[in-house]
C-alpha cells in the first residue's frame, strides 16, 4: 500500500474519531450540576413536575405529599431493603452496575424488559429525566450517575433516593409513603411494611403496597431472609415479618437420634454341619 493511501485511511479515522466526538461531547454538556446537592436538598424533580403537568393536562388537580427527612430517620430495614431488592452492588459499583447492564441489553433483545439501572441511575433518572426508554435518554442517565458518584457518598445518594423516589399517586419519598400505606413515620416501619415498600419499586402503581400476590410475597420473603442473614432482625421479628406474607421460618433441625443403651449382642457363629473337624 503507498504512502498516499495510508495518509488518507489516517485522514478518514481522524475526521471519523472528531465525527464521533463531537455528539459525546454535547451529550456531557447537558449534564447538570450534581456537586451542590452534597448539601441542598432538591426543591423539585423532574418526575414530580411529569406528575403535576400529566394532572393538569388530565383536567385533575395534582396533590404532592412530599416530606423531607435525613436518612437517621428513615428506617434502618427500608434502606437496606431498597438496596437488596433494587441493587444488592450499590456498595461497591461507580454508579453503573455493568454486569447487571449487560444482562438487561440481551434480555431486552429476547424481548423482556428487564431494568439494569442501579440505585445512583434511578435517582438520576428521577431528578433530571423522564421515564420514556431511549438509549439517548439511558447515555444521559449513566452521565449523570457518575457525575453523581463523583460529588456525593453513597450514603447520601441512598438518603436523595428514599426522599425523591415515587411510591404512589402524589406520593414521594419515604416519609410520605409510610404515612400513606402504614399510618406512620418512616422511621417506624417494621421489616415487614419496609419489604413491602422496597418491593413496590421501581413500579409503585401496579406493585402498591396494598397490592397481595404470590409473586410479590416471594420478593418480599427474600428481602426478609437477607435481613435475618445480615442480622439487622432477630429470630422474633423474622418469623412476625414472615407470618405476615403466610410463611414460617424454618424451625431447628431434628435432633439426632439417641444411641442405643446398650450394644446389640454379636449373632452366634455359624454351625458345624458335618458336626466333626475335617483333617487336614
Not at 78 to 104: C, K, N, P, Q
Amino acid at each position: 500500500m503507498s504512502r498516499r493511501w495510508l495518509r488518507v485511511i489516517v485522514r478518514i479515522i481522524e475526521i471519523g474519531t472528531v465525527i464521533a466526538a463531537i455528539p459525546a461531547l454535547l451529550l456531557w454538556c447537558t449534564v447538570p450540576t450534581t456537586a451542590r446537592l452534597a448539601t441542598e436538598n432538591p426543591r423539585s424533580t423532574a418526575f414530580i413536575d411529569l406528575r403535576r403537568d400529566q394532572a393538569e393536562a388530565a383536567g385533575k388537580k395534582f396533590q404532592l405529599h412530599w416530606e423531607w427527612r435525613p436518612i437517621g430517620k428513615i428506617s434502618r430495614y427500608l434502606r437496606a431493603a431498597v438496596v437488596y431488592a433494587e441493587d444488592i452492588h450499590f456498595y461497591t459499583h461507580d454508579g453503573v452496575d455493568w454486569a447487571a447492564m449487560s444482562d438487561a441489553v440481551e434480555r431486552d433483545f429476547a424481548g423482556a424488559k428487564i431494568g439494569g439501572s442501579t440505585i445512583t441511575q434511578q435517582l438520576a433518572k428521577n431528578l433530571y429525566l423522564s421515564p420514556n426508554r431511549s438509549y439517548i435518554r439511558k447515555a444521559r442517565e449513566m452521565l449523570i450517575a457518575f457525575s453523581l458518584e463523583d460529588h456525593l457518598t453513597k450514603t447520601r445518594i441512598l438518603e436523595l433516593y428514599l426522599n425523591v423516589v415515587e411510591w404512589g399517586d402524589g406520593v414521594f419519598g419515604a416519609e410520605a409513603a409510610a404515612k400513606r400505606w402504614f399510618g406512620h413515620s418512616a422511621q417506624s416501619l417494621s421489616p415487614a411494611e419496609a419489604a413491602r415498600l422496597a418491593i413496590a419499586l421501581p413500579n409503585p402503581i401496579k406493585r402498591a403496597p396494598n397490592v397481595h400476590t404470590t409473586e410479590l410475597a416471594q420478593k418480599a420473603i427474600r428481602i426478609i431472609n437477607l435481613l435475618r442473614m445480615q442480622g439487622l432482625i432477630d429470630a422474633e421479628q423474622y418469623g412476625s415479618a414472615l407470618a405476615e406474607f403466610g410463611a414460617r421460618a424454618p424451625g431447628p433441625p431434628p435432633p439426632a437420634a439417641a444411641p442405643p443403651a446398650s450394644a446389640p449382642p454379636e449373632p452366634p457363629p455359624p454351625s458345624n454341619d458335618s458336626g466333626s473337624e475335617s483333617n487336614p
